[in-house]
């Protein structure tokens, strides 16, 4: 699942030791492996071949510059949720004719710069956004290409806060209005509504979501040509699971067995949106013990990464597995998760320094004997990791280190107090 493992005792990326690492760059940091990502987009590629797949990476879910490059080498396309994913995404080097751009409040600006970049698609979340559009492009005089975001109402049994599709999220519009946006705005050429776009959510750790969205959008698209409009596109979006836990979400194959037979044959350009699913297992964060502490009948393990560096704990009660760098001997872990059981953990939890009860990365778990000094890693957290720091508590945003076989560099270089102010100094 990841190219992070334990080797002599102690934790390896690649052919890197990641104590190695973090003695020049210091903690805390994220180091990211690109095996491991080209690796999960292979998968995904491989894995719906027969449908000639555009993968779209979502570039929201780690949208370091270098990262963005790897994936644009690989033949990826992006899909941009704002006016600065777009500006990335192109500065990666990715081809605009393979970007999708997705988000329920595009600015004008937003819009004139992705016409501007001849981007592929625009995907269009209302009604207004669409007439929007419409006006902007016949200013321009310009044809755009468009796939209406629907809102299939399929619940994704996912953390309410990354639902989105069912009926009462902010996104996209519901199967009956879908009919009605093509029959006011179907027949204009200015905008040319010729997709469904469909995303229902994130993490998605079964296939049957994905099923029942899809057979709902084919229902919408052979109904819609049946009147006569055009549909040559389908994009099902994101969500497919990443291992938090060892093994937990099915491996693309699996998605691609109950996907693909619903859509051989249907005369469509198929898109995908991974996003998690291919950066999550490819990023660890480390970060050092600043101090073990007894707190009642507990251990609190204070590390100098925080809330501000990791907040998917503290936003979605995420689970990410931690564990030493360089574990006490007979303590070096098998599996990854709930599955690793020793004698002689201790009950602890992990938290930061930052002044928030929130700020916690584990809560009661069983730890190696950890001292001041020691190195841990959070792993799986290649995905809305670093991406969603901040700099709360005027905490500097840690480096991105990426390892590639044996060599590593840094690609994002640590923030300095200087870098925290410079925007203030006026
Ligand atoms: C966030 C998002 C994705 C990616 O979701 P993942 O769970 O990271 O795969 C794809 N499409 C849209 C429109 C999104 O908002």
Not at 82 to 100: C, F, N
């Amino acid at each position: 699942m990841d190219h992070f493992e334990y080797r002599n005792g102690e934790l390896w990326c690649e052919e890197v030791s990641v104590s190695n690492i973090v003695e020049t760059s210091g903690t805390p940091a994220y180091i990211y492996s690109a095996a491991t990502l080209l690796e999960h987009y292979d998968r995904v590629e491989a894995a719906f071949d027969a449908l000639d797949p555009l993968i779209c990476y979502s570039i929201k879910s780690c949208s370091n510059l270098h990262i963005c490059r790897l994936l644009a080498e690989h033949g990826s396309g992006f899909d941009v949720v704002s006016g600065g994913e777009l500006v990335r995404a192109l500065e990666a080097g990715a081809d605009p004719r393979k970007i999708v751009f997705a988000g329920v409040g595009k600015t004008d600006e937003e819009i004139h710069r992705a016409i501007d970049a001849r981007i592929g698609w625009f995907n269009i979340e209302s009604e207004p956004e669409l007439e929007n559009l419409i006006d902007i492009a016949k200013s321009r005089r310009v044809n755009v290409n468009a796939a209406l975001r629907v809102n299939p109402d399929v619940d994704p049994k996912t953390h309410r806060y990354t639902t989105t599709g069912t009926r009462e999220t902010k996104f996209g519009v519901d199967l009956e209005r879908a009919r009605r946006v093509f029959d006011q705005y179907g027949r204009q050429d200015a905008v040319l509504l010729t997709g469904i776009h469909l995303h229902i959510g994130s993490p998605v750790n079964s296939v049957e979501p994905y099923v029942r969205a899809i057979t709902k959008g084919l229902d919408l698209i052979e109904s819609l040509r049946g009147d006569g409009f055009k549909i040559d596109t389908l994009d099902i979006g994101g969500g497919f699971g990443a291992h938090y836990r060892a093994s937990e979400a099915p491996p693309a194959v699996r998605y691609a067995e109950a996907i693909v037979p619903l859509l051989e044959g249907r005369n469509l350009r198929f898109i995908m949106e991974p996003g998690r699913s291919i950066a999550a297992n490819a990023g660890i964060l480390v970060a050092r013990t600043v101090y073990v502490k007894q707190s009642g009948e507990r251990q609190v393990l204070i590390v100098d990464a925080g809330m501000n560096d990791l907040i998917r704990p503290a936003l979605y009660e995420a689970y990410h597995f931690i564990w030493p760098v360089q574990p006490p001997d007979g303590f070096v872990p098998v599996g990854r998760g709930e599955d690793v059981r020793f004698p002689g953990t201790v009950q602890m939890d992990v938290v930061g320094p930052v002044c928030e009860t929130g700020d916690f990365f584990a809560k009661d778990r069983a730890l190696p004997p950890t001292q001041r000094g020691d190195l841990i890693a959070v792993f799986s957290t290649g995905a809305y990791g670093f991406v969603m720091a901040s700099h709360y508590n005027t905490r500097g945003n840690p480096p991105e280190i990426l390892v590639i076989g044996d060599s590593h560099r840094v690609i994002r270089r640590r923030e300095t107090y200087d870098d925290l102010l410079a925007a203030e100094r006026l």
